[in-house]
């Protein structure tokens, strides 16, 4: 198992609530392999928010609401995570993270 991976969804999609796969490409996947130890509880808990309700997000430009979101996460927001949502086939494409930390 992918240290960086989120869990597979349990509780939550018994409960009804519409779930988002997080898609992770090969580039994207070197940075959160990249990231440091102390970054993994910090990018579970984003992946876990993201998973249930990724149109939280700040969007990269407030022109376009509906493109590319930016999350800041982490105990004193080091990391950032930059995604598109893809809601017919409930996923969130995971364009790049970055960790200042």
Not at 48 to 77: M, Q, R, S
């Amino acid at each position: 198992m992918n240290r960086w991976r989120p869990p597979a969804p349990t509780q939550a999609s018994k409960s009804g609530a519409q779930l988002y796969r997080i898609h992770v490409d090969d580039t994207t996947q070197a940075q959160l392999d990249a990231l440091p130890w102390e970054a993994l509880h910090a990018w579970r808990e984003l992946a876990a928010v993201l998973e249930i309700t990724p149109e939280n997000g700040t969007p990269l430009n407030p022109a376009v609401p509906d493109g590319v979101l930016t999350w800041v996460f982490g105990p004193n927001g080091e990391g950032l995570a930059c995604y598109l949502i893809s809601d017919w086939d409930e996923r969130v494409d995971l364009l790049d993270i970055q960790w200042m930390g």
